[in-house]
Structures are given as C-alpha cells and as structure tokens.
C-alpha cells in the first residue's frame, strides 16, 4: 500500500471517530418547562421584607397569647378578690359593736342606799370590726333605791348624749351641756331634752343587782334603741 493510500485511510478513521462521539454525546439538558411556567418570586429566595413579615406575625401571635393569659389572670385574681372586698365591706353593712344585751352586775343591794343614786360602770365584750375587746367598759347608769323598788337610768342625755350628773343640793339630774334637769326618778323637768332619762331594765335576786345596758337613739321625742 503506498503511503498516501495510508494518509487517506487514516482521515477516513479520524471522521468516523467524530461522528461516533457526536453520537454518543449526551443530549443538552432540556429546560423544566413547569419551573419555567412558574413566577420568578416563587423561584427566588425569601426577601427581606418576607422574613420581616414573618417575624411580625410571630410577633404578634406572642403578644396576643400573652394577652390572653394576662385577661384570665386578671379573672381569676378579680375571683379571688370578690370574698376579700365583702370581707373588707363587712363593717359598712353590719353592726360591729356586741355588749350589753345581757344582765350585768351592778352589785350589791346594800350597796344602794335610799334616796341616793349611785353611778355604776357596766364592762362587756366589745367586737369592732374585726377585733374582739373583753371586758371594756360599754357605758353607765345611776342606780336609784326608792321606798318601793330600785331604777337604774341611763347616764346618757337623751339630748345630744351628754354625761348626765346628779346634783345632790337639789337633788336633780343635770346635764352639764345644755342644762337640761331631771327629778329624781328620771323625769324631765326642764332644758332641750325631747323626752325623760332613759330607764333600763333591772334585776335583784339574792341580794344582787343586774342591769341590761342599752342605748338609745338621741334627739327622739320617744325611746329607740340605737
């Protein structure tokens, strides 16, 4: 064989060489026609303005969860409060001050002489408000031995609530503030006062003498406990 018989039988090769690998060359990648359908804004990463947003609505849902659970604590202690506010109003509404709705000593019945009244303090328990006092003086009266019984009266005005005083020269009851008088027995006689001293129940049984303290409404022509 002569060499350009060889030259051509070579070039013959080098051409089939090519188209073979032109062949067996993998095909250009085919674009995804359903991404290329889709916006651009889907494709591309989250901008900055969307992360902001999402962390707003966090926010937000943080903000309202902690309303939420600042309303049902705020229920809750308004629950608690109710008891504590009726406890606290207890004394608006109701009478605070117990004593002397019973028989209390006043002593002995020689102790009492006729014609002269003897003052006496009468001591009980007193509840005020929340606290309880024992044996606090509650008030006083005159003890009055007659020929036929004995009084015990109210050292109160019934006027304005003076302290009441005996007056041994005239033997009169006597109001200092207003000079109001009473006779022996508690009777009006002159001065301001609407009605006569206020007399209390009393009691002697075995030579002791018991009075049912009371007080009474001021300024009444008629006798209303307070």
């Known amino acids: 064989m002569s060499e350009h018989e060889d030259t051509d039988h ?20 085919k674009r995804d026609a359903k991404r290329d359908d889709l ?30 659970m600042g309303a049902c604590g705020v229920g809750l202690v308004g629950v608690a409060a109710i008891p504590g506010a009726a406890y606290v109003a207890y004394p608006l509404n109701h009478a605070t001050t117990v004593g002397g709705t019973g028989l209390l ?19 009980d328990d007193r509840v005020d408000a929340w606290n309880r006092i024992e044996d606090v003086k509650i008030g006083s009266a005159w003890v009055v031995r007659t020929e036929d019984r004995l009084l015990a009266l109210s050292s109160l005005c019934p ?8 007056d041994a020269e005239s033997i009169k009851f006597k109001c200092p503030c207003h000079r109001s008088s009473f006779s022996l027995e508690g009777k009006k006689e ?15 049984e075995g030579g002791l003498v018991q009075v049912r303290y009371l007080r009474f409404k001021q300024g009444a022509n008629e006798r209303v406990p307070a």
Do not use: W, Y
């Open 39 to 68: 916006p651009d804004t889907m494709c591309d990463p989250p901008s900055a303005r969307q992360v902001s947003d999402t962390e707003e609505d966090a926010s937000r849902r943080e903000f309202l969860k902690v309303a939420a």
């Open 190 to 204: 002159e001065g301001p006062a609407p009605r006569a001293m206020d007399e209390l129940d009393v009691v002697e």
């Open 159 to 166: 006027h304005l609530g003076c302290a009441i005083d005996f």
């Open 10 to 29: 070579n070039h013959d090769a080098d051409s089939n060489a090519d188209d073979n690998a032109e062949e067996n060359a993998a095909p250009p990648a």
């Open 105 to 123: 000593p006043a002593g002995k019945l020689k102790r009492f002489k006729k014609g002269v009244p003897s003052k006496v303090d009468f001591f």
